[in-house]
């Protein structure tokens, strides 16, 4: 029998497979994880609290078969390789396979590819390992503590308020959603005004007055100085320095989502996936790879064979003044480090080579992780930059202008950084300028920005809060929830963003808080480094939380429902809105005693033509309440949809786009990406 390698993504298989030969190799995916926590027992946790957490699993819906077939392989095979993906998660699904499947300890080894390459594959398989449990135990504390902090808050958040859910960072994320609106909401602008004086060619704003800061704070301040200026000014300093522009390190998984979102308008959730197929391979004529390593990492570093064939492409390409050197990004909070940065397998592998066989949207994204890795390793960018002060009765006006003489990294990079060149003229040997035009402005202090989907993962990174796999489903469950809108690409909490948080602030805030949660991933951290036992940790936390717990169910008070205006015609009690596992419907409030439920008439609205049939798509209700769309032709025409469709068709497998929470999507091509992760 073959060596059997199992994989998470069926993507893998085909390029693995062809590196290695199906004579001696079968490579065969588990499409991620095959078993979760059951939702048996005390809570419906599927962990046991009193007997040291012991958790209780099954076989995840759909995948009983699949799982069949795995074990009678592996019963069959010489030898089996775990080959999932190379982080925490993908060491918890090995360790998942390695149990379920009954795999002997002299059949299996552990390998890891941070890239789909033939080098690297060849290489892991010649240095296998065992399962690292440590990684494992940090794995499934967090698990644990997700599953025990999701199940019981969210249970108290539908039984007390208008929430559905909560969980241990993603409360804290919209927390931070919520604290950020009240600062809006609370701030007093402030008025001050500024003088500036226009020479045509450019223009000069009073600075400093004997040496200190001018600060204007009304109309009347600012008519004082201007009856005591001139139109004369005397040049009193010219600066020029020239100043090093260096680039950034290459991406690691929060900053390519930042960027992406920035620079290219992709949400986080959509990055992660464009990503994962450059990752898994792309078949090019003939040529099966991997276009990027790894794209689950907080760590910057390169490899020196990359580093060495960089700098030889960047001499050859563009010149031996433009080779530069290794960048030492900054150490972020809990950074992992067991793999490398996000970068091209290849660097001779241009994004102008592989166009022809990229989406538009798999070229953006690889184009964008290639120039920023490339751009890492050039010469900084130098600047002139040039500092004019002019006094004008002592009064010192400053205009500050800069010029790109060397463009360095930015010959690959500049399209992704913004960059403005102001170009005071040359006054050199002038003595004075004059000017007829010396002008106050009015200016009131602005409030803090809302969050982006970019701000906020930099700031859920700075604070150290969750890991960067987790940064796109956090911000997907708050938006699914409802707990805030989008408006402008800032996110705006909603009342029940706001309900939910205060709530949590009241019963929990020795929990969901930034520092708690930071804590929590350093112990995490330190489980995986075998620093600390993970029982004490589930323990420590679990002591902690129960009771206040209990303290909520007991004491919250639970939001009274809504009232319609109407009345029941059988018992005429007011008819409320209460919440269903479908979403809201109308009842009466003399609930258990009077059980009327009211029954929504809904007009069909014609939303597009059905791309199966000459149908139309509408809007219609399952038999529990459930909104879904689906075609008039209904049950000749068996098309349905839980999201909205936008009308347009999907470039790729002409399926109809939908409406998922704000964001365009095609729902088959995103359900192929799901089952491969």
């Keep these: 029998m073959k060596n059997v390698i199992i994989v998470e993504s069926p993507a893998k298989c085909r390029t693995i497979e062809k590196y290695l030969g199906s004579k001696d190799y079968e490579v065969v995916s588990s499409k991620g994880h095959i078993r979760d926590l059951a939702t048996s027992g005390k809570y419906g946790l599927g962990i046991d609290i009193e007997n040291d957490f012991k958790p209780t699993y099954e076989i995840i819906k759909g995948k009983k078969k699949e799982v069949s077939a795995l074990k009678k392989l592996v019963a069959e095979a010489d030898h089996i390789y775990l080959a999932t993906d190379p982080d925490r998660e993908g060491e918890t699904i090995s360790w998942h396979l390695y149990d379920e499947l009954a795999i002997k300890d002299s059949k299996y080894d ?43 808050l969210s249970k108290l958040m539908q039984a007390k308020t208008s929430g559905k859910s909560a969980g241990r960072v993603q409360s804290v994320a919209l927390k ?46 600012a008519d004082v100085i201007l009856d005591k200026l001139g139109n004369d000014f005397i040049i009193e300093d010219i600066e020029e320095k020239e100043k090093n522009r260096s680039s950034k390190e290459v991406f690691r998984t929060s900053t390519l989502q930042q960027v992406a979102s920035s620079k290219l308008g992709f949400s986080a959730s959509r990055t992660m996936s464009i990503a994962q197929k450059l990752y898994e391979g792309i078949n090019m004529g003939g040529d099966h790879a991997g276009l990027i390593t790894y794209m689950r990492t907080d760590s910057t570093r390169i490899s020196d064979e990359f580093v060495k064939s960089a700098f030889a492409f960047i001499n050859e390409h563009y010149g031996k003044e433009y080779v530069g050197y290794v960048k030492k990004g900054k150490k972020v909070e809990n950074e992992q480090d067991g793999h490398e940065g996000i970068r091209p397998t290849s660097i001779n592998r241009k994004p102008e080579d592989v166009a022809k066989y990229l989406t538009s949207e798999e070229l953006k994204l690889y184009k964008l992780i290639y120039a920023r890795a490339v751009a890492s390793l050039m010469a900084d960018a130098k600047v002139l930059a040039t500092t004019l002060k002019l006094n004008n009765n002592d009064y010192i006006f400053k205009a500050t202008g800069s010029v790109l003489t060397f463009d360095g990294y930015l010959k690959v990079y500049s399209e992704y950084e913004d960059q403005n060149d102001t170009v005071l003229p040359n006054l050199q040997g002038v003595k004075s300028l004059n000017t007829k035009k010396i002008d106050k402005l009015q200016h009131f202090t602005k409030p803090p920005a809302r969050y982006t989907e970019s701000s906020l993962i930099k700031e859920l990174e700075s604070l150290g809060i969750g890991r960067p796999s987790t940064y796109a489903t956090i911000i997907a469950t708050i938006k699914d929830r409802g707990y805030v809108n989008i408006e402008d690409k800032k996110f705006v909490p909603t009342e029940v963003g706001f309900e939910t948080t205060d709530k949590l602030q009241e019963f929990f805030s020795s929990i969901v808080n930034v520092k708690y949660t930071a804590a929590m991933e350093d112990d995490l951290d330190k489980i995986a480094e075998d620093k600390a ?143 491969e992760k």
Aim: aromatic content about 10%.
């Design 110 to 152: 552990r390998v890891v590819f941070n890239e789909i390459t033939k080098d690297v594959v060849l290489n892991a398989l010649k240095n296998p390992r065992r399962i690292d449990m440590n990684l494992v135990h940090s794995g499934e504390t967090r698990r644990f503590l997700d599953r025990i902090i999701g199940f019981r």
């Design 176 to 221: 931070l959603i919520v604290d950020r609106e009240r600062e809006i909401l609370a701030f007093v602008p402030k008025e001050y005004w500024t003088i500036e004086a226009d020479f045509k060619d450019f223009v000069a704003t009073l600075d400093t007055y004997h040496g200190k800061e001018v600060e204007i704070n009304n109309e009347a301040e």
């Design 533 to 675: 036992d993970y029982l004490k940790v589930l323990r420590n936390f679990y002591d902690g939380f129960a009771p206040l717990v209990d303290n909520a169910f007991k004491n919250m008070e639970k939001k009274a429902p809504e009232q319609t205006g109407e009345n029941c015609p059988e018992c005429g009690n007011p008819l409320v809105i209460r919440k269903g596992k479908y979403g809201e419907f109308v009842a009466c409030s003399n609930y258990p005693e009077c059980k009327y439920i009211k029954k929504e008439v809904k007009q069909n609205t014609v939303v597009c033509k059905c791309p199966k049939c000459d149908g139309d798509i509408i809007e219609r209700t399952t038999k529990k309440g459930k909104v879904f769309w689906g075609c008039s032709n209904f049950p000749k025409c068996k098309y349905a949809s839980w999201y909205k469709p936008t009308g347009e068709k999907c470039p790729v497998c002409k399926d109809l786009l939908v409406d998922k929470n704000g964001e365009t999507i095609c729902p088959t091509c995103s359900a192929n990406d799901k089952e």
